[in-house]
């Protein structure tokens, strides 16, 4: 039924949808700002726990707290920190054998009395296995049995009826990103490890360092400072990247010679030259193991199509634009 054909006895008022929107990630971002100020000694010795441990992080939870969970572990296991998700039903009934004593126990639980976690909190407790609990008050049964507990602030939720899982929800999400990345930092994992990771997809293409899509041996164009011009020429020509690079007896790169330079210096004795006289000098180059979207865009920037790559002054290879546009770098 439309609104023009309700009743005329409904006074029921439409809600301001925008307006409920707005308080919902109101209450919520005032609750992650508390979380922020409360977060104390339990993060710092949650994280120090899952650091020391040589195994995996074994991340559960019931209901709303197991969709976070779940999420955790995916964002664990991608930062670095070998995860994974373990439904507390299913350990009931064989899923415990995931479980071994070089790993730790994160555990999500709003109430901090969910029941279907017991046999893994009991597993980890016969086997000394460290246990991490994210709970949302202080004095529950979970948290006394941890090694560690981690208590979230006590926030309304954004349900007007206070019962759906919506602000302790996103602030465990936001609590478990925190972990992720303080664990991410303390081992020092790199892009380039974050590119072994996910070596598929848009975040793949955009970290390709420039090593990996760099030309080298013979493809790299080069002449040495005092050859003529003319054999500067020919080795472009050859090698079709639209410029040569200039080396001294050091093999060190000193200059580079593009086609800009040649028509700059046009004249009768231009091919009789030597090319340290044609040359532009200390030529923009890149490391080996930069991102290939920096060089592309140092290209850009500069209005060139090639970039030497060199490491100490040693020339390693030259990449091209279309290098990059074909890897899909942008």
């Known amino acids: 039924m439309t609104s023009a054909q309700k009743p005329s006895g409904d006074s029921r008022v439409e809600p301001d949808d925008l307006k409920v929107g707005r308080r919902v990630l109101e209450v919520e971002g005032r609750a992650l700002l508390k979380l922020e100020e409360t977060l104390g000694e339990g993060f710092v010795s949650a994280i120090e726990?899952?650091?020391?441990?040589?195994?995996?992080?074994v991340v559960t939870g019931m209901g709303k707290s197991g969709h976070?969970?779940?999420k955790l572990a995916a964002t664990l296991a991608s930062t670095g920190t070998p995860a994974l998700f373990v439904h507390p039903a299913e350990a009931s009934h064989g899923d415990l054998g995931m479980l071994t004593r070089q790993d730790a126990v994160l555990a999500l639980s709003n109430s901090g009395e969910t029941a279907e976690l017991g046999d893994i909190v009991?597993?980890?407790?016969?086997f000394n296995i460290p246990l991490i609990t994210i709970v949302g008050r202080e004095n529950?049964?979970?948290?006394?049995?941890?090694?560690v507990t981690i208590v979230l602030p006590d926030c309304p939720e954004a349900c007007p009826m206070g019962l759906a899982p919506t602000t302790s929800t996103t602030m465990a999400l936001a609590l478990g990103d925190a972990i992720s990345?303080?664990?991410l930092e303390r081992a020092s994992f790199s892009s380039s490890n974050f590119q072994e990771l996910h070596p598929g997809g848009h975040i793949g293409r955009r970290l390709i360092s420039v090593n990996e899509l760099m030309?080298?041996?013979?493809?790299i164009p080069l002449v040495d400072d005092d050859m003529d011009v003319a054999e500067a020429i020919l080795e472009m020509t050859a090698k079709a990247f639209g410029c040569v690079g200039v080396t001294d007896n050091m093999n060190q790169l000193i200059g580079i010679i593009t086609d800009?330079?040649?028509?700059?210096?046009?004249?009768?004795?231009?091919?009789s030259r030597k090319v340290k006289d044609v040359m532009t000098a200390s030529p923009r180059v890149i490391r080996p193991n930069a991102l290939a979207a920096e060089a592309l865009w140092m290209m850009n920037e500069n209005a060139i199509t090639s970039l030497f790559v060199a490491?100490?002054?040693?020339?390693?290879g030259i990449i091209h634009m279309h290098d990059c546009l074909r890897a899909e770098v942008a």
């Not at 726990?49 to 992080?57: D, E, H, M, T």
């Not at 009991?122 to 016969?126: L, S």
């Not at 490491?311 to 390693?316: A, D, E, L, P, V």
Request: glycine residues 10%.
């Open 181 to 183: 990345v303080a664990l």
């Open 122 to 126: 009991q597993y980890t407790r016969r």
């Open 49 to 57: 726990k899952l650091s020391c441990i040589s195994g995996r992080v």
């Open 215 to 219: 030309h080298t041996g013979e493809s």
């Open 260 to 271: 800009g330079d040649l028509r700059r210096h046009m004249a009768n004795n231009l091919l």
């Open 68 to 70: 976070i969970a779940r």
């Open 311 to 316: 490491k100490q002054g040693k020339i390693q």
């Open 140 to 147: 529950t049964s979970l948290g006394d049995k941890s090694d």
